[in-house]
């Protein structure tokens, strides 16, 4: 097995992404524009995309780290706007998708049609979080898109598998296709509620954090390949336990939560940055198939269904968002009235990703081993142009929409305060806890130990509120980020002089490493303060 071209992939792709944090433009564009690029440079192989490793050993692991970076009680605030478009959106989408293009395109049938609307319905997990992270979007529209992207994935693969059996003749019937969404939705569900507990506590119950960590790699695997062992989704059971896993991950001791972060985050940022990449590589895949199609009439199709995917889409955005609130008047007392523009960024950020090309990828040559596929090349080839469209087009254009509307960003300034007011609270209860302890004799110290929990509290409490407090005249700079910086030059400083009693002999590596590691907790420290 040739590992070359893997590892270029990563590399590459790695290099991209990080040169993309140094400019405006989002780096999953970047990615898919470096990919359509290299596609076409000599010697470079073939990426194409396997559905049988995209979908059990990519998505599990994206799902998971998205997830548990999701708030549960704020997605449990947004059920409503959640459900109506990752279940009622994916669906409608499918239906209207599928029925236009059977009237666009001459000679396709009606089930394939619906194939190819049922793999362009979801708007992809990675891009929606990555765009609303980089723009700042207000936290509620966030939450909503988070929330849509973590489910949609498992209504879209089922609608696939209900419209790919009509395809293919096998008898398949509305009420048998109820049936296996019911089947696949509650069942994965379940398949997760019955695994997050025992989860949780086998991480509790690790006393290493190598282990826990190693563990916490293993989840998002275990829970899909148990959810797709009884037919039940396996992107929902891996949602659900990464839910539960988030909320409580305060129950975990603090060197696997430290540890945790570092490792999810490098494996995040991986396979996001391949994921993206390998979008814009099919592009040779892609056309080589086409045929028949090429030139003016599979351009028309393309940009008759991008037109397609992003009216369906504010179709229903709209009527989701106003409709439920006329009919209700339990909504109307409990909900602000939402004005227009939320509704149009959230119908606006409808991008498509890596789960469509996978799933368009999964379809079968041939019907029963013998006749092929109806127009498969050209699903895969509207598939990768709705993808690259949507990504472009709309992920280009997002920011400067949200700046046009004017939308109310997040609140900083409030932000802090409630972190400050939090932090009050907290250190308020943690020296009351503090004097209890001292008062027994058993945790007697000497005045001066004493005295430095307190300061260390004390600097705790006052963090927070440095940062809204009064700049430095000459610098810029608040007391707090003065604190930090000249931390950080004296534990420079002894670094310094810790390598260089290393380098004469006085001590070993094994204590240099060990001191090292000392200073590394108290810079990590100072630098967690200014998160």
Known sequence: MDILPLLLLVAGSAAVAGAGRRVPVPAPLLLVAAGLLVSYVPGVPDYTLDPEVVLPLLLPPLLYTAATDSSYLDLRAQLRPVALLSVGYVLFATLAVGWAVYLIVPG?????????????????????????????????????????????????????????????????????????????????????????????????????????????????????????????????????????????????????????????????????????????????????????????????????????????????????????????????????????????????????????LAIAFSIPLTVHGQDPFPERNLILFLTFTTVIGTLVVQGLTLPPLIRMLRLPGRDAQAETLAEANAQAQASRAAEERLEELLADERNVLPPPLAERLRTVLERRRNAVWERLGAVNPVTGESADDTYRRLSREMIGAERAVFVRLRDHRYIDDEMLRALLRRLDLEEAAVYREAA
């Open 108 to 356: 396709l049938p009606l089930t394939a049609a619906l194939v190819l609307g049922a793999v362009v319905a979801p708007p992809d997990a990675v891009a929606a979080t990555a765009v609303a992270r980089r723009v700042g979007l207000p936290s509620r529209i966030t939450t909503i898109l988070q929330g849509e992207s973590l489910v949609n994935d498992a209504t879209a693969i089922t609608a696939y598998r209900v419209a790919l059996a009509a395809a293919v003749g096998e008898g398949a019937t509305w009420s048998a296709g109820v049936g296996e969404f019911l089947l696949a939705a509650v069942g994965g569900v379940l398949a997760g509620l019955v695994l997050m507990v025992p989860l949780h506590w086998l991480r509790t119950r690790l006393n290493e954090a190598l282990l826990q960590n190693t563990l916490s790699l293993l989840i998002p695997f275990v829970a899909y390949g148990v959810a797709e062992q009884v037919h039940a989704s396996g992107v929902l059971a891996v949602v659900v336990v990464a839910l539960y896993l988030g909320h409580r991950a305060w129950e975990v001791d603090f060197a696997t939560r430290l540890q945790e972060e570092a490792v999810w985050k490098m494996v995040a940022f991986l396979l996001e940055s391949a994921v993206f990449a390998l979008i814009g590589l099919q592009l040779p895949v892609v056309l080589r198939g086409l045929g028949a199609y090429e030139g003016i009439s599979a351009a028309w199709y393309a940009v008759a269904l991008f037109v397609i995917v992003v009216v369906t889409r504010f179709v229903w955005v709209y009527p989701a968002t106003f409709l439920p609130r006329l009919l209700s008047a339990r909504i109307r007392a409990r909900e602000d009235d939402p004005s227009w523009k939320g509704p149009f960024v959230i119908a606006w950020a409808g991008m498509r990703g890596v789960v469509s």
